[in-house]
């Protein structure tokens, strides 16, 4: 697993205090309690990476980790790569003021950091594409940007209702968007795999 290895490096309030603008990286961006902490801790086979919590839209920071530098081509030097943690703005209790802060700082970030090759969305399989995944989506349309969606929580449904939910989610992609979906299980593993392969393609294209 070449995520695995991933190091917090530091907690930032604005795209300024980020490490420096070198390299790959890749945002997981989510409503909180959507499971993005889950995945990344999934993802990079560290249970205690992000932390998780019942109690959403507790202090919010962007969080930035470092992976361990990714082969780069032939005779091509090691890809400094990172992992970014941006915060959750849409859930009802995190205030108005806290959710534009963020809104405008995702959309500075999205729109000016020039190591982001892409952004992995995270959203409840059983209600996706709320406002602020919506929005996430309309920047990273504006951006250029692709944007792999991982539909988690999926051990709540059926095989069946899982693939409907994958169906619908990928027909209401805007034409010309570079989106793509797959369902998504930190509780039983489901498309974990999948996922890794997506943010590895997504840090070296
Ligand atoms: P975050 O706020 O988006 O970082 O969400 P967390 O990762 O903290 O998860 C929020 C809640 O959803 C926690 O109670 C998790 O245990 C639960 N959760 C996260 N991922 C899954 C999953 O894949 N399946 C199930 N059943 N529960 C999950």
Redesign the pocket.
């Known amino acids: 697993n070449p995520l695995h290895g991933a190091q917090f490096v530091l907690a930032a309030h604005r795209i300024s205090q980020l490490p420096a603008d070198h390299g790959a990286e890749v945002a997981f961006a989510?409503r909180?309690?959507?499971?993005?902490?889950?995945?990344l801790n999934a993802l990079t086979g560290h249970k205690g990476l992000?932390r998780?919590?019942?109690t959403?839209g507790r202090t919010q920071q962007m969080v930035a980790f470092a992976l361990p530098p990714l082969p780069q081509g032939e005779g091509g030097t090691p890809l400094q790569a990172r992992l970014i943690d941006l915060p959750?703005y849409g859930y009802a209790k995190v205030p108005e003021e806290l959710r534009e802060h963020w809104r405008h700082e995702i959309d500075a970030y999205l729109h000016r950091r020039r190591s982001l090759r892409g952004v992995v969305l995270?959203a409840d399989i059983r209600h996706p594409l709320k406002e602020f995944d919506r929005t996430m989506l309309e920047f990273c349309f504006q951006t250029g940007l692709p944007c792999h969606l991982l539909l988690?929580?999926?051990?709540?449904l059926s095989r069946n209702q899982a693939a409907q939910a994958l169906a619908a989610v990928r027909k209401g992609f805007a034409d010309g968007a570079q989106a793509s979906a797959q369902v998504?299980?930190?509780?039983d593993g489901t498309g974990v795999e999948q996922a890794r392969e997506a943010v590895l393609a997504l840090l070296q294209r």
Do not use: E, H, V
């Open positions: 989510g909180s309690n959507a499971g993005k902490s889950s995945a992000a998780t919590s019942k959403p959750g995270i988690t929580k999926a051990d709540k998504f299980s930190s509780t």
